[in-house]
C-alpha cells in the first residue's frame, strides 16, 4: 500500500467511525491532508492496524496540532481547496476557529500534559479483537520512547463507550473542556 493510499483509507475509517466529531464533516481530502501532515511531522505519531491490506485501525499522538497545522500549510492551495466546502458555511468556519483556538491549548485543565493522544478508530466489523487495545499500548509505548512521561485524551460527553475505554486502559479524569461552544468533552490524562 502507497502511503498516500494509507492516508486516504485511514481518512476515509475516520469519517466511518469518528462520525460525531466535527473533523469527520470537513471531508476525506482534508482528512487525507491532516493525517500524512501528522505522519511526517517530528514528535506526531500515526500508526496503523492493517489487515489484508486495508487499515483496520488507527490512533494518532503529539505534542500539539501547531507543528501540524503548520505542515499543511506548506501546500495552502490543496488545503483551501480540501476546505473549500467548509469555508462557505459560517457555522464550520466558526467550528474551525474554535479548533485552533484549543489547538493554542486555551481552557485546559491545570496540569494537563502537553502530549495529546489525538485520534482513535477500529473498523465496527473488526472491534472486539483487540486492536484498539493493540493500538493504544502501542502509542504509550512510543510516547514511552520519545520521554513522554504522560499524554491527554479529550472525549466528548456523549460517547460512553469511548470513556470506558480510556477509564479501562488507565485514564484519569482531570476535568473538562469545551472545544466546541456548549459541547462538554471530559479530559483524562495517561500517565506511560
Known sequence: MT?????RQVA??????LDQGFLATLGEGFLAQMYEAIDATP???LLTEEREGEVVGFITGG???????RRMMRRPLHLGLALLPALVRPARLRRIVEI?????EGGLPAGAPEAELLSLAVAPE???KGIADSLYARLTEAFRTQGVAAFRIIVGAPLAPAHRFYTRMG???IGGIEVHA???STVYVHRA
Not at 502511503?3 to 492516508?7: D, G, I, L, T
Not at 505534542?63 to 497545522?69: D, F, L, Q, V
Not at 485552533?100 to 493554542?104: C, D, E, F, K, P
Open 12 to 17: 476515509r475509517l475516520h469519517v466511518r467511525c
Open 126 to 128: 473488526w472491534r472486539g
Open 171 to 173: 485514564a484519569v479524569p
Open 182 to 184: 456548549g459541547q462538554a
Open 3 to 7: 502511503p498516500r493510499e494509507r492516508y
Open 63 to 69: 505534542t500539539g496540532m501547531g507543528a501540524i497545522y
Open 43 to 45: 514528535g506526531a505519531l
Open 100 to 104: 485552533l483556538r484549543y489547538s493554542g
